[in-house]
Nanobody, 121 residues
Framework: QVQLVESGGGLVQAGGSLRLSCAASGNIFSINAMAWYRQAPGKQRELVASITLGRTTGGITNYADPLKGRFTISRDDAKNTVYLQMNSLKPEDTAVYYC???????????WGQGTQVTVSS
């Protein structure tokens, strides 16, 4: 089992920044990548960014095209934590942001409980 705990959400004005954190615990060796997703009201959950884990294969990132340049995903292997730095926030970035961990091979994926990000205009 892997537990994911998100933090860092909140209310911010347009143009501002927030950094989300996702701390993973438990059977960390069963996961090989982590990601951030978001879900706005009335919309489907969408991928924001992902990053691979591990000393030799870690650090490979992938971003949703519209968010490239404003959002940055990073990791701290020592803390088993993944971050999402969000800059130049827009009202349309308002959503619940979820952390996800991808299982290796046939291992299952895991989800955090979500953290609300609200960007006011």
């Amino acid at each position: 089992q892997v537990q994911l705990v998100e933090s860092g959400g909140g209310l911010v004005q347009a143009g501002g920044s927030l950094r989300l954190s996702c701390a993973a615990s438990g059977n960390i060796f069963s996961i090989n990548a982590m990601a951030w997703y978001r879900q706005a009201p009335g919309k489907q959950r969408e991928l924001v960014a992902s990053i691979t884990l591990g000393r030799t294969t870690g650090g490979i990132t992938n971003y949703a095209d519209p968010l490239k340049g404003r959002f940055t995903i990073s990791r701290d292997d020592a803390k088993n934590t993944v971050y999402l730095q969000m800059n130049s926030l827009k009202p349309e970035d308002t959503a619940v942001y979820y952390c996800a961990a991808y299982g290796r091979g046939t291992s299952r994926d895991y989800w955090g409980q979500g953290t609300q990000v609200t960007v006011s205009s």
